[in-house]
Every structure is written in structure tokens, then in C-alpha cells.
């Protein structure tokens, strides 16, 4: 069975537990969860800054304590989790793309401890379960903008790494743009960095005096691309319209609230087990969104705008979905 298959399977049922649940944390009337987050990069890239968001809600709610790591190495990863588990952790939080194998061990020497990372893999019983950011929703519906509002029929994509995460986003995105422009051709390139602004930013530039007039923002740094040179950008994960509000057009957002929600309330009724939490950033359960047109609400074309809203409808119904594809997106342009 393929990752493709296997999700949907996940998505369309039920989650069956694949071991015995993890006792509760937080028998005492108004115990706190302690939670710890492991991240490689800074709390302000797109991508974690909506786990910390999320996070930082429960604590706002007076639910968890929480704690966390920025900037730690892929080398330190293990050591940095192992740490926190010491420290009578109940839940940790990360990503674990680049430290798998780590990762898991050390979920396997703390059984009674609850995981829940970014990943590309399966669970791990009992106690290690995956998210992943799945808003190739959201990004499908910003691709239709992206097709109908290119000139030269050339948009460019600039991504981080070409792994499921990103690939199933920008494959989402060419789909949505060839739905409404057939004749539309893409650039893409990865900078092989989560964060790197400057690096993607070169990138852009290279794509934009080839002729492309919208770009993908995936990554940090192409927006400044798009503004300098005076084309159209399209966010991901989160809206920057107002830092480019001459830019940025749209954007395909991500809320992290749902899964982190759902994962700490397994917590406390002692029923956390390893579980794939891909659908909790699905735009049907308020995972992931499209962002409001803003200063573009009057430059986008009517006529683009009624076709997109009508597929945006059919996704929320169940009527219409959005094709889950892992694989490396490829450059089109001639």
C-alpha cells in the first residue's frame, strides 16, 4: 500500500489505537500537562511558529506548562529530548524529518511519556504519534489565484527540502493553477534549508528574470523577491499580506490548534496512544484555510474569484478532493 493510500485510509475512518493507551497525566483536579517542544529552527519560521501558536493557546487557557528549544541541531536532537524527559515531561513536541531514528528511541525508552512529531513516517506504538502539516487543500485553491492571474503563463517555486511535507503542498499548488490555466508552466527549486531567507530570496530572483510574474512563497525570503521586482507572490502556512501588502495575494494557511488540541485531550483522559493526526489540518475540522483576499479583494478578478469560492465549497462539502501527491514536483518551463 502506498504513503498516499495509507493516509486517506487514516483520514477516511476512524484512528484505531495501536497499543495500550498512556495513563492519564492530570488526575489531579487542576494538574497542568507539562509540555516540552523541540524545534531546529527559530519560533518566527512559518512552519513551527504554528505549533508555538498553538501551544501557546493552551497555556493562555491554563491548561499546560510548556517549554522550548529553538535552533537545536540535528546532532543535539536526541540529547536535547532526552533531557526534557527527565525532567518529568509529560508530552513533547517537534520535528523529527531529519532525526527519525533518534527520535524514536528515545520515545521507545520513555513508554509512559506522550510524542507527538512532525513526520513522514508511521507511529510507533505506544507512545509516538505524527502530524504533518496537510493544508494541500488550501493550497490547490491558491493555485487556481495563482493560474489566473499569471501574464507570462510562468510561475516560480521556491521550496526548502523536497520531502512529502513540501512536495504534497507545491504538487497541490501546480494542480490548482493548471485547473484553471492549462498553459501555465512552473520553476522549481529547493534551497535544501528550513530557513534561509536570503538563499531563497537569489532563488526567486533567478526565477523572475526568466519571466515568472507570481511566485510561491513556501519559504521565507521569496516574498522580498517578489516585492523588489514587482510581481505577485502566494503565502503558505501563514498570511504576510500585511508585511507585503502589495505582494501577497493569498495564502494557504495552517492552524496547528486542532491537532494540538485533540492530542492533549487524549492526554488527560489517559487514552494518548500512536496515532497519524495528518487530518486534524484538513480544511473540513478548521486545520488549514485560505486567507482573505485583504488589499487584493478588489484586483482579483470576479469571475476567478466565484471559481475558486465554488471549489472551496465542494472541498468543505466532501464533493470535490484535493489529490495527495508525495512526489518531487518537477520545473515545466521551457
Known amino acids: 500500500m502506498s504513503r498516499t493510500q495509507r493516509r486517506e485510509l487514516l483520514i477516511g475512518g476512524s484512528l484505531a489505537a495501536l497499543a495500550t493507551a498512556i495513563p492519564a497525566v492530570a488526575r489531579a483536579q487542576g494538574k497542568k500537562i507539562k509540555v516540552a517542544a523541540i524545534y531546529t529552527v527559530p519560533v518566527e519560521q512559518q512552519w513551527v511558529s504554528r505549533i508555538h501558536k498553538a501551544l501557546n493557546a493552551a497555556v493562555a487557557r491554563g491548561e499546560i506548562e510548556y517549554v522550548f528549544s529553538e535552533n537545536v541541531a540535528n ?9 526534557y524527559a527527565e525532567k518529568g515531561t509529560d508530552f513533547i513536541v517537534g520535528e523529527s524529518f531529519a532525526v527519525e531514528a533518534a527520535a ?4 521507545k525508552d520513555y513508554p509512559k511519556i506522550a510524542f507527538l512529531l512532525g513526520s513522514s513516517g508511521q507511529p510507533q506504538a505506544p507512545n ?7 493544508i494541500h487543500e488550501a493550497a490547490f485553491l491558491t493555485g487556481m489565484f495563482a493560474g489566473g492571474l499569471t501574464k507570462t503563463n510562468k510561475i516560480g517555486m521556491v521550496g526548502g527540502f523536497p520531502i512529502p511535507e513540501v512536495n504534497r503542498l507545491m ?10 490555466n492549462p498553459k501555465v508552466e512552473f520553476m522549481v527549486t529547493f534551497i535544501n534549508s528550513w530557513f534561509d531567507p536570503p538563499k531563497a530570496k ?4 533567478a526565477m523572475i528574470d526568466k519571466g515568472a510574474d507570481v511566485m510561491y512563497a513556501e519559504r521565507f525570503g521569496v516574498s522580498d523577491a517578489a516585492k523588489e521586482r514587482k510581481v505577485l507572490a502566494i503565502g503558505n502556512v501563514i498570511d504576510t499580506q500585511a508585511q507585503y501588502p502589495e505582494t501577497v495575494v493569498v495564502s494557504a494557511l495552517w492552524f496547528m490548534e486542532p491537532t494540538i488540541d485533540e492530542a492533549l485531550k487524549k492526554i488527560k483522559a489517559g487514552k494518548f496512544t500512536a496515532e497519524d493526526y495528518g487530518k486534524w489540518s484538513y480544511m473540513g475540522v478548521k486545520g488549514s484555510a485560505l486567507s482573505p483576499l485583504g488589499t487584493f479583494e478588489k484586483k482579483v478578478p470576479a469571475d476567478l474569484v466565484k471559481r475558486v469560492r465554488a471549489r472551496e465549497a465542494e472541498i468543505l462539502a466532501g464533493k470535490f478532493t484535493v489529490k495527495i501527491d508525495d512526489n518531487q514536483p518537477k520545473s515545466t518551463a521551457k
Request: glycine fraction near 2%; proline fraction near 0%.
Open 202 to 205: 537569489e532563488a526567486a530572483f
Open 75 to 83: 546532532a543535539d536532537y536526541e540529547r536535547v529530548m532526552r533531557q
Open 104 to 107: 524514536r528511541k528515545v520515545a
Open 171 to 180: 504538487n497541490a499548488f501546480m494542480a490548482g493553477a493548471k485547473e484553471v
Open 128 to 134: 509516538f504519534s505524527v502530524f504533518d502539516n496537510y
